[in-house]
């Protein structure tokens, strides 16, 4: 018997933005709701040390939005789809003003409201307020491990561990919201150590497919040394050598590419010293956390050089993740609905990251739609006599051979030496990628193969296989869009192939398939 044995209408899975929102829409449509965090719900995932601005536009005059939208389809580079981004922007523009009564909105000097950023910890400090006086259960320090589902492949709820308390909990669910987020592959962006892609294992366990997994290679600059992502401040930046000659690297929307070739040559330092005096004095006000690292290092980044480098973000302001099948975020498995970054922004962003605008947008309002189809599926008769079901969970839990120890660092480090060098994720070719792909494939056949861990590591064994199965992903779908298109560009493929202006499915755990999908679009396209 479990420590924690527990019986709802709702399960979400993951207390990020995209969780907060599902777990109050699910709540609003009456449900009874449990939130299991990993971390802690207002603490945790990628919004938690930002500062999310959202997609805002009035629908005022109706040009706006038509231009908006068709702006962004063409940055989408063929993948996206108009349809989803009307529906967000829609959302988006009629939600955040419901946040008023837990969000202080600043007002502007002409006396309007402003809602399109918000400061990330106030922000998941409203959600969680809101959610709590709907009524939500929150676990934090509750990681999900596994998805529970009955004969019929229907998800009835998921088990995990109480990472303070000890032990494990079992919850029992009408349906379940993931909203684990994306997957950076221990890189050390800001906010992303708990976001290690065993959501997308456990979704694509219960029989879901995943969409845009090549779309991953996208980085951040930040000082060297440090996790700080917030980039703001380096559209002022000018680039130096270890010799301080200046480099030719303007910023803009190819910095990456260029900062990372110069990397591989050897160290980059920054000068912000072009920063307007005005932007400098209010930095610490506008987002603290961008000084704290020069604090520590007694470094006045507006006049001293600093060695800079570049954390990959892999799935989180890049792209794929779960395919979504209908309206509802549901992802083809009864039961199970997806939400925020650990789902496909490919519909509202395509090929190009959603940074900036589409992503929270999306996690606003894939995590109301995934919390009320939830609710509405909690209610069909046969949930209320949901009594049970079997975990499905596979790599890092249940080994398929003999148990024996797995070095889990070993796994880790191998991981982020095949996802994150720049020559192997930005400047990639089929033979990088195969060399990968090898090293990866050799991993998961330890990790899944042997990994059998006790209590106090299953949490940790479990992240590991996440990460694996997500390199893997990413990697055999990178090798199959054998051409470049936004994130994905491959130095053996340089051109656009319009015959791949589709998007590619990924199915499968230990043999990988890719389809790409008939039309762009057709969400519900089987083949
Ligand atoms: C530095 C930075 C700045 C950004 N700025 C913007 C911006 O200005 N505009 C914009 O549109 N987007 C921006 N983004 C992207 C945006 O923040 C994300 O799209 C959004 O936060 C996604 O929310 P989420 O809830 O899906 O994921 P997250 O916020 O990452 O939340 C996922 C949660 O799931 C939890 N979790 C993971 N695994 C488990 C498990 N097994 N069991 C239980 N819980 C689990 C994690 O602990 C985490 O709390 C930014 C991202 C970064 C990194």
Not at 339 to 358: F, K
């Amino acid at each position: 018997m479990n420590a924690a044995d527990l019986r709802t209408d709702v399960l979400v899975i993951g207390g990020g933005l995209a969780g907060g929102w599902a777990a109050i829409a699910a709540a609003r449509a009456g449900a009874s709701v449990i939130l299991a965090e990993k971390g802690y719900f207002g603490t945790s995932g990628v919004t938690a040390a930002a500062g999310p601005g959202h997609w805002w536009v009035p629908p005022d005059p109706p040009e706006a939005r038509r231009e908006a939208v068709a702006q962004r389809n063409a940055r989408a580079l063929g993948l996206g789809d108009p349809r989803w981004m009307e529906r967000i922007i829609d959302l988006t523009w009629r939600t955040l003003p419901t946040l008023a009564p837990y969000y202080a909105f600043p007002i502007d000097e002409h006396g309007r409201t402003q809602y399109r950023g918000l400061r990330g910890p106030e922000y998941l400090r409203a959600l969680r307020e809101w959610a709590t006086h709907l009524g939500v259960r929150i676990l934090d320090h509750h990681p999900a491990l596994e998805l529970i589902a009955d004969r019929d492949g229907v998800v009835v709820g998921a088990n995990g561990v109480r990472r303070q308390a000890g032990g494990g909990w079992t919850i029992l669910a009408g349906a379940v919201v993931l909203a684990t987020g994306g997957c950076a592959f221990k890189s050390r962006l800001l906010g992303c150590h708990t976001n290690t892609g065993e959501g997308l294992l456990m979704a694509v366990e219960a029989g879901a497919e995943l969409s845009g997994m090549e779309l991953s290679a996208y980085y951040t600059v930040a000082p060297a040394r440090s996790t700080m992502t917030r980039s703001m401040s380096y559209m002022f930046a000018r680039y130096f050598d270890v010799d301080d000659r200046p480099l030719d690297i303007q910023p803009g929307p190819d910095v990456t590419r260029a900062l990372a070739a110069a990397m591989l040559a050897g160290p980059v330092f920054c000068r912000l010293d072009r920063t307007p005096e005005d932007i400098q004095a209010v930095m610490r006000q506008v987002q603290p956390n961008f000084m704290l690292p020069f604090d520590r290092w007694n470094i006045d980044p507006y006049r001293e050089r600093f060695e800079v480098t570049l954390r990959g973000e892999g799935t989180v302001r890049g792209v794929g993740g779960l395919r979504i099948i209908d309206d509802a975020c549901g992802v083809g498995v009864p039961g199970l609905f997806a939400a925020g970054d650990v789902a496909s922004r490919e519909p509202v962003a395509g090929a190009t990251s959603g940074g900036g605008a589409q992503n929270s947008a999306w996690a606003l309002s894939s995590g109301q739609w995934a919390g009320a189809a939830a609710a509405r599926f909690s209610r069909r008769p046969t949930a209320r006599r949901v009594s049970g079901g079997a975990p499905i969970g596979g790599a890092g839990i249940r080994p398929r051979r003999g148990g024996r120890p797995v070095d889990l660092v070993g796994v880790e480090a191998a991981v982020r030496a095949e996802m994150l060098p720049y020559d192997k994720s930005l400047f990639r070719s089929g033979a990088t990628l195969a060399r990968s792909l090898s090293a990866l494939d050799q991993v998961w056949s330890e990790i899944a193969d042997h990994a059998d861990p006790d209590d106090w590591d299953r949490l940790r064994t479990r992240e590991a296989a996440g990460l694996v199965a997500t390199a893997r992903w990413c990697g055999v779908a990178a090798q199959a869009r054998n051409e470049s298109r936004g994130l994905h560009q491959r130095t053996d493929a340089p051109g656009t192939d319009p015959r791949l202006a589709r998007r590619l499915r990924v199915r499968g755990i230990d043999r990988v398939l890719v389809l790409p999908e008939r039309t762009v679009g057709a969400l519900e396209d089987v083949g």
